[in-house]
Structure formats: structure tokens, C-alpha cells
């Protein structure tokens, strides 16, 4: 059996960012990741999951070291953003607005995922323990014990679980957990431009739910993330590429001329969970393992690594890492905000996916009126961009 501080359960994007935040306080840390990270091959396409990056976010990388290592593999910028629905209106938010350099960054998941992993390789006291399953959770007053599936057992005092919307940790536990499902799915894929996309990130707000390109490096090529009802959804996945391109342009209009899917497509179905309890003593779940939400504001991963931020800086070297007073105060703090961004995203996906006419004007006015309304656009960029003051101290300092 082997001890360490803290057993994070999931390397992926928040899980092993966790793990770097933990490491740099000097804390022992276990790993336990099913699959290991992929070598990043700079000729190959993007890969299909990429996640929009806030500026919050970009902070925690920074802080960690994290950052160098992403933009030497691919990132993609984007300073602009259009949204638009069917009925007319629009609005359009400018990093220029701001004096920010930008608003967020395009990164592939598996980049952010290798980079902490590459990070962690060089750091002291981190125990990678990869590829395995966890099997068995045992939690005591003062220890908690980890069953891996290779026979190893880990020793901690206090088990993380960053294992996804399905979080064994979480059933292990016996946290239960709400679930809506949204009765949608999200199809995505790469799609060749006309035109170049102008380092802007497109929505446009459908019936059937929002369709989203997000600008790549290659200013002629975007990723797309569209959100259907199930119905639709499964239509436009059996249809052949020529056909699904045509129902692509339809969707989303000329702005960026012909359009043109590249490679595979993938679908996905979407649902909105929160765990019942974000910590006990000894737990702490974090990411979607505590929460998902509908991909319609890109901020899935971001609420994520603000957990990871959160928990992160409540626990104090030389202290218990699973003792309950720091991991109650990072369950008030995370889940309150959680409760207020599903309640927004539930508003949003009622407002912009309800055909009814007086909502339809009300949208399109609504998205002119606040277009001509400066206060109001620079508040929702301080919020997508991450510039809020009670943010968890690693996204909000930058690094010397």
C-alpha cells in the first residue's frame, strides 16, 4: 500500500490541473487515470473536442506553468464573437472594447490534458498511476483507501474525483446526483471555409437549439459544436457529408460562404447534472464529475477549472488536505455558483429555443437593444472573459 496527501481519480483537463496546483504547494500526489495521454502530432487535424478557454482559465495555466507548453502544440485566439438568432437580431462583442488582446483561446482537449501531463512528469512528489480503473473506495475519520484494478492500493487523506459526468468516485461514494436531460444532442466536426473566419467565434440560435462555430488556426477552417433535439439530431448524423454540409449551411447562413464538413462527425447527447454534495470529509469531487451543464456558453470546462482553482487554494501545506472545514467552504463556494449558471443556462435555452412569437420578438429586440448598449455588452464579456473579482486567487494572479 502506498500514502500519499491526496489520490486524484481522472487525469484529464481538470483532474491533472488539480494535480499541478497540488504539487507546486507541496503536496503528495496520486494520479489514477484509465487512458494516458496522446502524443500531440502538429499534422494532424484538430481534434473533434476542443473546449473554449477564458481569460480565468488562461490565468490558471499561466500560474502553473501550463501555458508555454499549450501555445508551443496549437491554440487559436479568437477576438470577436457574433450572436445571432433566426428572427434578426444580433449582437456583437469586441475584445478591443475591453483593451484585452482577446477573448478566450480554441484549445483541443487532449493539448490541455498533455501539457499538465508533461508538467506533472517534472514535478516531485506526484505519483502517476496509469492506465487503470479505480475499483474499491474506502472512507475513514482519518484515511481514505483507493483499490485500483491492477491490485495496488493507494492511502490518502483526501480522494478527488475528477472522473467525468459517470464519476465512479461519486457512485462509490453514494453522492447522488439531479440529472435533466436536455432532450438534445451535440454534433461536432471540423468544417472548411469560404472565407476566413476572421478570429471570430459564430452562434446563431436555432428552434432546435443553438449551432456554434468556433475559429482554428487556420483561418479558413472551424470547429463546430451543434445543438439539436434528438430528433434532428439523429437525421443530420445519418445523412452523407454532401448532405449534412447543405443542412449546415441552411443553419447557418452565407457569413463565412460555402461550407464544407471535414472528416468525421461525432454526436454526443446532452444533459444537465449536479452532484447532491460536492464534499465530505475525506471527498471532493470536481468538474463534471460535480456538475455539467449545456454547452450553449462554452463554459463546461471552465467552471471546472475554477473548481480545481478553488480547491486547490483551501488547502494549506502542513495541514489536513481532507479535513472538513476547507472542503465545506469549497463546496459553498462552487456550488452556489454552479446553481446560478444552470439556472441561466435553463433561461437562455428557454428564451432562444422557443418558437413561439412574442418570444421570438422579444429575442430579436432584446439582442438589437443590448448590441446599442455598452454597460451591458462589457458586463457579459467580464463574465464570459473570467475578470471577475471573487475569482479563486490562481485565475486571478498572473505569473511573475
Not at 483526501?158 to 461519486?170: E, N
Not at 449551411?249 to 452565407?254: S, T, W
Not at 438589437?368 to 490562481?394: H, I, S, T, V, Y
Amino acid at each position: 500500500m502506498k500514502t500519499v496527501d491526496v489520490v486524484i481519480v481522472g487525469g484529464g483537463m481538470v483532474g491533472a490541473t488539480l494535480a499541478c496546483a497540488l504539487a507546486e504547494r507541496h503536496f503528495q500526489v496520486a494520479v489514477v487515470e484509465a487512458r494516458p495521454p496522446q502524443p500531440f502530432d502538429p499534422e494532424a487535424d484538430w481534434d473533434l473536442r476542443v473546449s473554449a478557454i477564458s481569460r480565468a482559465s488562461q490565468r490558471i495555466f499561466e500560474h502553473l506553468g501550463l501555458w508555454p507548453a499549450m501555445q508551443a502544440m496549437r491554440v487559436s485566439p479568437y477576438d470577436r464573437m457574433v450572436v445571432w438568432e433566426e428572427g434578426g437580431g444580433e449582437i456583437r462583442f469586441d475584445a478591443a472594447e475591453m483593451a484585452e488582446p482577446d477573448l478566450g483561446h480554441i484549445i483541443e482537449n487532449r493539448v490541455i490534458q498533455l501539457a499538465a501531463w508533461q508538467r506533472l512528469e517534472r514535478m516531485d512528489g506526484v505519483l502517476r498511476c496509469c492506465p487503470v480503473r479505480l475499483e474499491t473506495l474506502e472512507i475513514g475519520p482519518e484515511w481514505a483507501r483507493v483499490g485500483l484494478d491492477d491490485g495496488e492500493v493507494l492511502q490518502a487523506r483526501l480522494v478527488v474525483g475528477a472522473d467525468g459526468a459517470r464519476s465512479r468516485v461519486r457512485d462509490l461514494a453514494g453522492i447522488g446526483h439531479s440529472e435533466h436531460d436536455y432532450g438534445q444532442k451535440g454534433i461536432v466536426c471540423l468544417v472548411d471555409l469560404e472565407r476566413d473566419h476572421q478570429y471570430t467565434a459564430w452562434q446563431r440560435f436555432l428552434p432546435s437549439g443553438p449551432l456554434a462555430l468556433l475559429p482554428l488556426s487556420d483561418v479558413r477552417q472551424c470547429s463546430i459544436v451543434w445543438s439539436a433535439d434528438r430528433p434532428l439530431a439523429d437525421e443530420l448524423m445519418a445523412l452523407d457529408d454532401a448532405a449534412f454540409s447543405a443542412r449546415l449551411q441552411a443553419a447557418f447562413g452565407d457569413r463565412l460562404g460555402r461550407l464544407q464538413v471535414r472528416g468525421r462527425r461525432a454526436a454526443f447527447p446532452l444533459a444537465g447534472r449536479q452532484a447532491a454534495h460536492y464534499a465530505r470529509p475525506r471527498l471532493a469531487l470536481v468538474g463534471d464529475a460535480a456538475h455539467t451543464i449545456h454547452p450553449l456558453a462554452g463554459q463546461g470546462v471552465n467552471l471546472g477549472l475554477l473548481d480545481a482553482a478553488d480547491l486547490a487554494g483551501r488547502l494549506q501545506p502542513g495541514r489536513d488536505p481532507g479535513a472538513w472545514p476547507a472542503l465545506r467552504a469549497y463546496e459553498r463556494a462552487r456550488r452556489s455558483e454552479d446553481v446560478l449558471m444552470m439556472r441561466a443556462m435553463e433561461g437562455f435555452r428557454y428564451l432562444f429555443g422557443n418558437d413561439l412569437t412574442p418570444l421570438r420578438l422579444l429575442r430579436g429586440a432584446g439582442l438589437a437593444l443590448a448590441d446599442r448598449l455598452p454597460a451591458l455588452k462589457q458586463a457579459f464579456m467580464r463574465q464570459a472573459l473570467g475578470l471577475r473579482r471573487d475569482l479563486p486567487e490562481l485565475a486571478r494572479v498572473q505569473c511573475r
